[in-house]
Each structure stands twice: as C-alpha cells, then as structure tokens.
C-alpha cells in the first residue's frame, strides 16, 4: 500500500504531468472560446447561478457544448494538485536540510518562490469556493434617499449619491452628453446598526458583510432632453470565496517580496552564508 502511494505521489510530481495539463488547457481554453462565442445563451446563466446549479440544468442539458468547460475545471484540479504535490517535495526537502543553510534569512528566501506557488493553489480554491457557492440574492432598483432592504437578509442599502461621467468632444457627435461611466454612493446598515459607507461603479463593486455589490444600470444616461428621475440598478452577490484569494493575493505578494530580495546581492550573500 505504502509503495503504491509513493508511486502515485511521484507520478502526480512529476514533471512531464505538468507539460500535458498545461497543452491541454491551452487546447481545452481554445476550442471553449469558439464554443461560448457560438453559444453565448448557454454560458451567460453563469453570472447569476452558482457552478452546482448551472451544472444540473444548462450543463448537463448542452453537454455537447459544455463538454469543454468540464474537462478544464478537470485539468485545473489536476495541474493544481501536481503543483501542490511538486511543491510540497521541494519545500519538505529544503526543511529537511534546514540546519545546513547559514542562516534563517537564507531559509525564507530559499522558499519564497514556492510560498507564490502555494498562494497560487488557495487563489484558484477561492475562484473555485466562488463558483460553487456564489449566489445573486437579489437585483435591486435604488431611489436617492430610499433605504432598500437585502431580500433575505437584515441589510437596507441606501443610494446617497450618483455621479456620471458624460462624453465631451467631437470625434464621436453622437455620444456627445452621453453617460460613459457612473459611481453610485451607497450607505449600507444592518439590524445591530453597524455603517458603511462606499462606492459601487460599473467595473467596481462594493463590499459590505460578505455581500458584493455590483452597478448593472443607472440613470439618466444623458444630458439635457426629456429628464429622467436618478436611479441605480444593483445586483447583490453572496461570495464566500473572496476573503480565501484576498488571503492567497496576501501570501503572494508576501512571497514575492522575497523572492525579489533573493536575487538581489544582499540575497544571494544571504543564500551563500557571506555577509561582507
């Protein structure tokens, strides 16, 4: 049994295992690009169901173009398990000769690369926990000054403000006055009485107690013309998996300051155990 597991382990250590995934994916991403363009309706339910759910219904029901979708999550799991058994290997053996390197300095930097390698791993699980277990709780349409409620929750969201960034030249007249971008102020509350205050854009979202708030509309869109009462669309996401990769962004970043400090002279005299 005990040489079984050890063949497994450096079977999926290996190397060459990690050449394959990563041609596969390139393969599997490609032909996907082509299947989502051909079949946008069968892919656009993602941004509102969570992966389990999308899974049992669009799916499983187009599997003849979701097949590709599959394999990559497949291949993924697959490439991450091969990095983390790889790297594993590597650290186990520089803490086994731990006590040959000069100094501890020299021990941290001797595993800062594969610190970024293992912060990797708990990004792509944080990607993953967002996938399976994100919902949009709900959509909501915002009015200045008028709390709102969170259905299913004890959080009212307030719109305090909206300021849009209209078009001005005269390359493209038709747009001229036109809305291009929005920021929408929110005031957020919830039952014990506990604020915040935030900004949610097109491309920014706001945060508040694990709920992710997302500007999907707004209006006016225009300047001048007939006036239109100022309002905010907002879709409200639950996203458990966002505090797991914010903490791998951390560990990242962490590792790559050191490792940055490895290839420096003052690393490699570190590394070499010479101090002058």
């Known amino acids: 049994m005990d040489a079984l597991i050890k063949k497994i382990w450096h079977a999926l250590a290996s190397v060459r ?5 990563m041609t596969c994916l390139c393969v599997c991403a490609g032909i996907g690009y082509f299947l989502i363009r051909s079949q946008v309706h069968v892919f656009k339910p993602l941004q509102d169901l969570s992966l389990i759910s999308w899974a049992k219904t ?20 697959l490439l991450c398990l091969n990095t983390l058994v790889c790297t594993t290997d590597r650290v186990n053996a520089i803490w086994r000769n731990r006590k040959r390197l000069p100094s501890r300095t020299s021990l941290v930097l001797r595993l800062s690369p594969h610190i970024m390698h293992y912060s990797l791993i708990i990004i792509l699980a ?20 008028r709390p709102t409620r969170v259905e299913n929750t004890s959080i009212t969201i307030t719109l305090t403000g909206l300021q849009t960034r209209t078009y001005q030249g005269k390359r493209m007249a038709p747009f001229d006055g036109r809305a291009i971008n929005a920021t929408a102020s929110l005031l957020f509350e919830d039952s014990k009485g506990r ?13 508040f107690q694990g709920l992710s708030v997302h500007m999907a509309e707004f209006a006016p869109r225009s300047e ?18 966002i505090p797991i990769y914010y903490a791998g962004m951390a560990l990242f970043v962490l590792g790559l300051i050191f490792y940055v400090f490895s290839i420096t002279p003052w690393g490699e005299r570190h590394m070499r155990g010479s101090y002058a």
């Open 126 to 145: 944080g990607y993953l926990t967002s996938y399976i277990f994100a919902n949009t709780v709900t959509s909501l349409i915002l009015l200045p000054d």
């Open 195 to 207: 604020t915040k205050t935030a900004q949610a854009g097109i491309n920014r979202p706001a945060r």
């Open 58 to 77: 669009w799916g499983l029901t187009h599997i003849s173009v979701t097949w590709w979708f599959f394999l990559l999550l497949a291949l993924l799991a």
């Open 224 to 241: 001048g013309g007939m006036v239109r009462r100022k309002y905010a669309g907002l879709t409200v996401r639950q996203d458990p998996g």
């Open 17 to 21: 295992l990690t050449f394959v995934c």
